[in-house]
């Protein structure tokens, strides 16, 4: 962390509101104020609605944005890498050769993303604290909710047939029900090679300066026939320029901006070092596998990306927590709102009770890691065995009753992923299970009953290699005879699996309740109250935590010092050659042959990746980002180092999101992939 962050985090709070960008803006309660004293823009009518309608996202976890009145929906390379890697095969790999549909018949569908656009929000706060009466115990506060939450989705379902779900917002202080308009048919229409979209590679991950093409795009479809988009952004070939205000519309997924200095050491100190530990256990097991063959290599390489991105992104986080400016900062902040808030002397501490809660987690938090978060039964296969397992047994029982992802509203979301004809290779899923039950016995103990049970008197590699070998569920006309069948076709299934998992639910339930009932039911409760102490202190307009929803981030086009040094707010395609000369053209600094080809025609001095100050984290990932004509001017697609502390704090001293230029995007299409179709699509040329 550099020293220009520690200066920042001793300003006041108020102060670094006031001077900053920082936010994650609702769009049913944007900052109309801040932008107008200082930016002097304020939104013209429809701009706002028209911005959220052109939003997309992937429930494979990113964001994106229509760019085509026809249905195309542009984001990374990496949120799209996964379907990418289910349409690729032994003897053609996409995401080493790229993907570039002619025409529409060669658009792959993939087998089961979901894409959500928000068509709405309503405030259900009301509805959902009545259902919690004073003195309940936390077990039935639990119960209570979660049937409110899963009967407020059902009615909406019925009334609008859109998604629906309710979001937690300020920890528990507010509730909103989003609907979402949900597209299922997705086809991959181009995405470059993986050399170009991650040029730079892990070394360069989170650092700057960029030269990545991390862009791909896809097309939703409607009865068989591309879908008619009324709301899309209008491309801007020139761009974003430097110092100009921009604005990124994506779905962070989450941030813990809000959480006390307690619950911060708690992840600083527990959650993450367990976490950190599993990304690095799982790397190496997939580098392993991967160096075995070509065609192992081609089968991990999207889940080793993602742990390499995840492990890399933790460090960064935890290096944040482990500032000492940062906890001050924090500390600092808390200490002034306890000086301001005046409680009830009937009602209980919430900073109390958040520290009971956390003590209550320290308790479980490897056994619900392990159980019921799957950390030791890894692979697809325990995955579909679980789900059926559970789809079995809550389908039956009351809406209000049910875990929260088999209510009514989740339960067609959850089947296009029970039932996705992706591809389960049996060598990838024996090595992933073989490890995690590896994990298993050493987190819990050889003699532990539960592990026993689970490995029949066999090693962790023997008895994975016959839970996959004889598990018959990678058919998916199986996991649909089983779905059908309900519990009396589950439970007298002979798949190894299945029993598997029937074995291991109840331990992995009693799990789950203890955490939502000793941890999440108290947490709520005392954030609840705590945002209200907010609100009566600094009133009304903050912003709350990101939830994986839709906000808005107000940010400037910008570089930064570094060492005493400017590094200026935008690369070249240019520099892209450069960086691989000065890295001796070696992996992964290696440009595939149609940039090597291209290089003769191409404008070199075209912008290609930039600097901002938006506020963002993960699940950023894919956002437009657009300036004050609403017009696509960037995709981002990272963020440097220093932000990656933002999931706790925000400071722009150095710390920037990392966007692909407009024009850099036009250039490389245009150039490079020689896709004229798709840039006419983009630029509305004819």
Known sequence: ??????????????????????????????????????????????????????????????????????????????????????????????????????????????????????????????????????????????????????????????????????????????????????????????????????????????????????????????????????????????????????????????????????????????????????????????????ERSAENARRAQDELFSYQNSRKAYLGMQAGLQHPAVMKKKRADEEALRAKVKMQAAQPDPWGQVEAALKAWETILVDRALLELRHGFDGDLFGIARGLVRLAAETPKPNPERLREYSEAALDSLKQQLFSEAPIYEDFETMKVADSLSMLMEKLGARHELVLKVLAGKSPRERAAELVRGSKLRDVAVRKRLAEGGLKAVETSPDPMIQLALAVDPASRAARKAYEERVEEPLRQAYARLANARFEVYGTALYPDATFTLRLSIGQVKGFQEGGKPVAWATTLGGAYARAQAQGNRDPFVLPPSWVEARGRLKLDTPFNFLSTNDSVGGNSGSPVVNRQGEFVGILFDGTLDSLVWDYIYSEDVARAISVHSAGILEALGTVYRAQALVAELTGAK
């Open 1 to 290: 962390m550099t020293s220009g962050l520690c200066r920042v985090l001793a300003l006041c709070a108020v102060a670094a509101i006031a001077g900053a960008d920082e936010g994650m803006w609702l769009f049913n309660d944007p900052p109309v104020k801040l932008l107008r004293e200082k930016y002097g823009f304020e939104p013209p009518a429809g701009w706002m609605g028209h911005l959220q309608r052109s939003s997309v996202r992937f429930n494979s976890g990113g964001s994106g944005s229509f760019v085509s009145a026809g249905g195309l929906v542009m984001t990374n390379h990496h949120v799209a890498s996964e379907c990418i890697q289910k349409l690729s095969t032994e003897g053609r790999d996409h995401l080493t050769i790229g993907f570039q549909a002619r025409s529409r018949a060669e658009e792959g569908k993939c087998p089961d993303l979901e894409l959500n656009v928000l068509a709405g929000i309503d405030d259900v706060t009301a509805r959902m604290q009545a259902a919690v009466r004073p003195g309940m115990n936390p077990g039935d506060a639990e119960k209570a909710r979660r049937g409110v939450m899963n009967t407020l989705e059902k009615e909406s379902l019925d009334k609008t047939g859109l998604r629906s779900d309710v979001v937690t917002l300020y920890n528990g202080g507010r509730y909103h029900l989003y609907r979402y308009k949900k597209y299922t048919d997705v086809r991959l229409v181009f995405a470059p090679e993986k050399a170009s979209a991650f040029f730079g590679g892990d070394p360069d991950n989170f650092e700057y300066p960029r030269y990545c093409l991390d862009i791909a795009f896809f097309r939703v479809y409607e009865d068989g026939r591309p879908a008619s988009i009324r709301d899309f952004l209008k491309w801007s070939t020139g761009g974003a320029g430097e110092g100009e205000l921009v604005f990124v519309s994506g779905h962070p997924g989450r941030t813990e901006r809000m959480n006390t200095v307690a619950h911060l050491e708690f992840i600083r100190d527990r959650r993450n070092p367990y976490v950190l530990d599993l990304l690095r256990r799982r790397e190496v097991l997939l580098r392993t596998f991967s």
